[in-house]
Each structure stands twice: as structure tokens, then as C-alpha cells.
């Protein structure tokens, strides 16, 4: 299943500041999430990650600053999965049904199978998703998110809480999606999967973007010192 495209070639953000209650949550992001890249935003806990992909996503308003979506005037189809996966006390089929309820009602269920079979989840297609394990519940909302043919797809640390076979079954289907061509940003803090799946980087630290480049020239030299100590601290830890 490919994406539907309507020609946008690119997410800018111009001067972007979010503030709520007089605290500033992301400060001063100037950047460009062009097409066709598979970017990883990455950083500590606490610095911003979620935020940043609420806000491109469209679920926070910018206190200043601008969001465009190249030369088109609306945005591109989107959408998010969280690191928490949202499930509906509904069965794993009803769930991805529900999220097509804009689609003709005699084209939800074939979509909803497909999606289902796409992640390897067929067999559990009556059972309640609330039951589902929690790495069968994250693969039931990218299936769900791969159901709408999305231009772009946000994901917020998707795989956080997963065992290590859950976590590889995730990032499969993230890479088959990138390949499919639908376009990535994910956030995670986890540096070996920031390797395996980024083309680029984006270091964020205390709600500022510090770095945005290619993935091979981050590891070897990062462009600013926070993101050069965050590499070292996780290394030593590992």
C-alpha cells in the first residue's frame, strides 16, 4: 500500500518557540525535515523530543514562529504513534476500522485486514485490543498508522518499553514503511537504534535543536558539544 501523495517536498520550521505558562518548551528551532529522509530526533529524557514531534505534528500551536509544508498550502496526510499506543476497548480489527471511519464504509474492513496481515496480526484480528500484549498493542497502532496512507509518520519512541524481538519487529515495519515511501521522524534515545534506522539526526537538548545532520557524520562529529557529551555518557553506559 503506498502513500497518497499531494506533492509536498518538506516540513519548515522558522523561529519556532513553544511557551506555556510563561515556560519556554522549545526555544528558537530553525529547520528543515525535507522529503524522502528518515530523520531520528534524538536527545535525553526530558529534552524535548515528544514536544518537537507535537509540534510538527500539529497537536501544539507555536507561541512564535512559523510551520510550513513546502510550497503546498495544506499540510500533508499525517500521523502519529505514541509511545503509550492509544487503543479503543474495541477488537484489534474495530480499532483500525475506527481510524478509517473517513474512508467508504465498504473499503474499512479489506483496508483493515490488510493492515492486520501487513503486521503479522491476523490471527488476532477478534481479539480485544486491551488484551493484546503491550509489543502486540504498539505493532496494532503501526498497523493502524500504515492503514491511513500517510505522507508522514511521526513516532514517539515507539519502542521504549519493548523486549528486544518486539522492539526488532517495530523497527521492520518502520523500515518498510520508509521504504514504501512514506516519510519518518522518530524520536528515541537510544543510540544503537539511532544507527540502525536514521539517515539524519536531530540532537535536541532542553527544548532547543543543537544539531541536524547526516547520521554517519554525527557519530563520528557531532556538531555541537551537548550532543558530543550525550554520546559519550550513553557509550559508557551501555
Request: positive net charge; glycine residues 6%; aromatic residues 8%.
Given at each position: 500500500m503506498t502513500p497518497v501523495s499531494h506533492g509536498f517536498d518538506g516540513l519548515q520550521l522558522t523561529d519556532v518557540d513553544v511557551t506555556l505558562d510563561g515556560v519556554a518548551l522549545l526555544k528558537d528551532i530553525n529547520?528543515?525535515?525535507?522529503?524522502?529522509?528518515?530523520s531520528v530526533v534524538l536527545g535525553p529524557n526530558g529534552a524535548g523530543k515528544s514536544l518537537f514531534l507535537r509540534l510538527c505534528h500539529g497537536l501544539l500551536k507555536p507561541s512564535r514562529g512559523t510551520l510550513s509544508w513546502g510550497w503546498q498550502q495544506s499540510c500533508p496526510t499525517q500521523t502519529m504513534v505514541f509511545q503509550k499506543p492509544v487503543m479503543l476497548r474495541r477488537t484489534a480489527l474495530q480499532n483500525i476500522m475506527y481510524a478509517l471511519k473517513s474512508c467508504p464504509q465498504n473499503e474499512r474492513a479489506v483496508r483493515a485486514?490488510?493492515?492486520?496481515?501487513?503486521?503479522?496480526?491476523?490471527?488476532?484480528?477478534?481479539?480485544?485490543?486491551?488484551?493484546?500484549?503491550?509489543?502486540?498493542?504498539?505493532?496494532?497502532?503501526?498497523?493502524?498508522?500504515?492503514?491511513?496512507?500517510?505522507?508522514?509518520?511521526?513516532?514517539?519512541?515507539p519502542t521504549a518499553s519493548l523486549d528486544p524481538a518486539a522492539c526488532d519487529d517495530v523497527e521492520a515495519h518502520v523500515k518498510a514503511m520508509h521504504s514504501s515511501g512514506i516519510q519518518i521522524v522518530m524520536s528515541t534515545h537510544n543510540l544503537a537504534q539511532a544507527r540502525r534506522l536514521a539517515q539524519e539526526i536531530i540532537y535536541i537538548e532542553d527544548g532547543q535543536v543543537l544539531a541536524q545532520q547526516p547520521v554517519q557524520e554525527f557519530f563520528k562529529q557531532p556538531s555541537c558539544e551537548q550532543a558530543y557529551q550525550f554520546i559519550k555518557r550513553e557509550v559508557a553506559i551501555a
Open positions: 529547520l528543515t525535515l525535507k522529503k524522502g529522509r528518515l485486514q490488510q493492515a492486520l496481515k501487513w503486521a503479522g496480526l491476523e490471527d488476532l484480528s477478534q481479539r480485544m485490543a486491551m488484551v493484546l500484549s503491550y509489543g502486540q498493542q504498539q505493532r496494532l497502532a503501526v498497523a493502524r498508522a500504515w492503514a491511513l496512507k500517510p505522507e508522514i509518520l511521526f513516532l514517539d519512541e
